[in-house]
């Protein structure tokens, strides 16, 4: 497949001498696009299995075809594992949000819980590096910063789901490791409308109030430094086990939320900071799940990890700051 120009690739180690066969799985989700992209830009071998959403034969950005794969058909999988041959694969698809798990229990142990194993499975068989992609809310909130080796305690149908994924795959052996992601943010590729392209659009349209919490944190990290952490736990021999990935910051949704209008040099009369007593939830809101990512910096000191700024300045181009519309991401 052609390389992705826009995209930097990573460290230079990294990219040299990596042959692999790559899958990914949820390319056509938000992380999954930046990961495409970015494997494109390393000039690997990838194949993207995508939402079964999609038609068969939709081209991904580099006119190689992705693969629609329905992950609750976990007998279907081995299958389509055969046809790949991947020699590592990178598993990101996963029924992804808090309230999609609570309103169907079911479906997200299939697809985030069954469909994982079934996958890590498949690679101990092939002898392929498996990663799997969780996440921050496997944590109550209690404890932070949280470490690898603290014992989650998630708090909602979402996080239980993917602590149970990550049990169950790190139990099939292998190559197998774990990634648990803090909040992403970033621009979505694919014209989707996540936390962050709320905010952008709030502060950039007139509307009502958004309201953001002052005491719920998090250490948010932007979807492309994400995407080299984890095409560098793939690609390398790092080792497995549980790797954190957040940022370098410990930040609550209204402190992202003012620093992204100065940098888009906005006003910022339409958040409204508030605390999570006044608005209810259906299921409890973990209060603080900041990562302890130092293992992950500890083996790849030299792999980007910038400050929330200065990833936004990054991923807004000067030309956006003070625009109505949706900025054009440069990575
Ligand atoms: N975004 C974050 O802040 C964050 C933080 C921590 C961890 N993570 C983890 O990172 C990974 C990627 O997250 P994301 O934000 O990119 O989520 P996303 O945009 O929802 O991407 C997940 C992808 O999985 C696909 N999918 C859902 N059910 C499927 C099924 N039955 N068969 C095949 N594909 C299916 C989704 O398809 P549809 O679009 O059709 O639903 C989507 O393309 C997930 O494992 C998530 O748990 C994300």
Same mark, same amino acid.
């Given at each position: 497949m052609? /390389?992705?120009?826009?995209? $930097?690739?990573?460290s230079?180690?990294? %990219?040299?001498?990596?042959?692999?066969?790559?899958?990914?799985?949820?390319?056509?989700?938000r992380?999954g696009?930046?990961?495409?992209?970015?494997?494109?830009?390393?000039?690997?071998?990838v194949?993207g299995?995508?939402?079964? !959403?999609? =038609?068969?034969?939709t081209?991904?950005?580099?006119?190689?075809?992705?693969?629609p794969?329905?992950?609750?058909q976990?007998?279907?999988l081995?299958?389509?594992?055969?046809?790949?041959?991947?020699?590592?694969?990178?598993?990101?698809?996963?029924?992804?949000?808090? %309230?999609?798990?609570?309103?169907?229990?079911?479906l997200?142990? &299939?697809?985030?819980?069954? %469909?994982?194993?079934?996958?890590?499975?498949? =690679?101990? &068989?092939?002898g392929a590096r498996?990663?799997?992609?969780?996440t921050?809310?496997?944590?109550?909130?209690?404890?932070a @910063?949280c470490?690898?080796e603290?014992?989650p305690?998630?708090?909602?149908? +979402?996080g !239980?789901?993917?602590?149970?994924?990550? &049990?169950?795959?790190?139990a099939?052996g292998?190559?197998?490791?774990?990634?648990r992601?803090?909040?992403?943010?970033?621009?979505?590729?694919?014209g989707?409308? %996540?936390?962050?392209?709320?905010?952008?659009?709030?502060?950039?349209? /007139?509307?009502?109030?958004?309201?953001?919490?002052?005491?719920?944190?998090?250490?948010?990290?932007d979807?492309?430094? $994400?995407?080299?952490?984890?095409?560098?736990?793939?690609?390398?021999?790092?080792?497995?086990?549980i790797w954190?990935?957040?940022? /370098?910051e410990?930040l609550?949704r209204?402190?992202?939320?003012t !620093?992204?209008?100065?940098?888009?040099?906005?006003s910022?009369?339409?958040?409204? @900071?508030?605390?999570?007593?006044e608005?209810?939830?259906?299921? @409890?809101?973990?209060?603080?799940? =900041?990562?302890?990512s130092?293992?992950?910096?500890?083996a790849?000191?030299?792999?980007?990890?910038?400050? +929330?700024?200065?990833?936004?300045?990054?991923?807004?181009?000067?030309?956006?700051?003070?625009?109505?519309?949706?900025?054009?991401?440069?990575a």
């Amino acid at each position: 497949m052609n /390389p992705a120009p826009e995209v $930097a690739g990573s460290s230079a180690e990294t %990219a040299r001498g990596f042959a692999g066969r790559v899958l990914i799985t949820g390319v056509s989700g938000r992380l999954g696009r930046y990961a495409w992209r970015a494997a494109g830009a390393r000039d690997w071998t990838v194949e993207g299995w995508c939402s079964p !959403r999609w =038609s068969p034969g939709t081209p991904g950005d580099h006119n190689h075809p992705w693969q629609p794969v329905d992950l609750a058909q976990v007998a279907d999988l081995a299958a389509l594992f055969d046809r790949a041959q991947p020699t590592h694969v990178l598993h990101l698809a996963a029924l992804s949000t808090v %309230a999609g798990c609570l309103a169907q229990p079911e479906l997200a142990t &299939q697809v985030n819980v069954q %469909a994982s194993r079934e996958l890590a499975r498949l =690679s101990r &068989q092939a002898g392929a590096r498996f990663l799997l992609a969780s996440t921050d809310l496997v944590f109550s909130g209690d404890h932070a @910063p949280c470490r690898p080796e603290d014992l989650p305690a998630p708090r909602q149908v +979402y996080g !239980r789901s993917k602590w149970q994924a990550e &049990q169950a795959v790190l139990a099939e052996g292998g190559d197998v490791a774990v990634a648990r992601l803090a909040l992403l943010f970033g621009p979505s590729l694919g014209g989707g409308r %996540a936390w962050f392209d709320q905010q952008l659009q709030a502060l950039t349209t /007139p509307g009502a109030p958004l309201p953001l919490f002052v005491d719920e944190w998090r250490t948010p990290l932007d979807y492309a430094t $994400a995407t080299h952490g984890l095409l560098d736990l793939l690609s390398t021999d790092c080792g497995g086990g549980i790797w954190h990935l957040g940022g /370098p910051e410990r930040l609550s949704r209204w402190e992202m939320g003012t !620093r992204l209008a100065r940098q888009l040099a906005c006003s910022s009369a339409r958040l409204a @900071p508030v605390p999570r007593a006044e608005i209810a939830a259906p299921e @409890p809101r973990p209060a603080d799940v =900041s990562l302890d990512s130092s293992r992950w910096r500890s083996a790849f000191p030299h792999s980007p990890w910038p400050r +929330y700024e200065e990833a936004l300045a990054q991923l807004l181009p000067p030309a956006t700051r003070g625009a109505t519309h949706s900025p054009r991401p440069l990575a």
